[in-house]
């Protein structure tokens, strides 16, 4: 808990201790992004963790409780990316889940992880997210 405080008020420190938990796939990403990208990254981390663990703590509890529906009874289309790389979440559920949900377009993506996922994928995403331009934009 104080350690997740001192990383969220201390840049530096941040910095170091989220290097130091990527796998090496997406170590290079976060060494790679540009200075804005890195520093909103760190920024919204570090607000994440700013009043200590307990946040992060209570969004993994909620992942793992019932929803009260399952993958299969999702109704609209989903797109899920997720890289073959991933430290973070296990292929293995990428997998699963793609095969549990009706409609997915799904990508797998070689050599990259959670956070090289992302950064390679989200205008994908966005756009996927917007759908198509309306006529009259």
Do not use: I, N
């Not at 992942?63 to 993958?71: C, E, S, T, V």
């Not at 409609?103 to 996922?117: I, K, N, Q, S």
């Not at 994908?124 to 006529?135: F, I, K, N, T």
Request: charged share 25%.
């Amino acid at each position: 808990e104080r350690q997740a405080r001192a990383a969220a008020t201390d840049p530096a420190r941040l910095e170091s201790a989220v290097a130091a938990s990527l796998g090496d796939a997406d170590r290079d990403v976060f060494e790679q992004l540009d200075p804005v990208e890195r520093s909103y990254l760190l920024r919204e981390l570090g607000e994440a963790t700013r009043q200590g663990s307990a946040g992060p703590v209570e969004d993994m509890r909620l992942l793992r409780a019932p929803w009260g529906f399952g993958p299969p009874d999702v109704g609209v289309p989903v797109a899920l990316w997720h890289g073959e790389a991933d430290e973070v979440m296990p292929l293995a559920m990428g997998g699963w889940l793609a095969a549990m949900l009706p409609d997915v377009d799904a990508h797998f993506e070689p050599g990259l992880g959670h956070l090289g996922t992302v950064v390679a994928h989200r205008e994908d995403a966005l756009a996927q997210l917007l759908g198509p331009a309306s006529p009259d934009a």
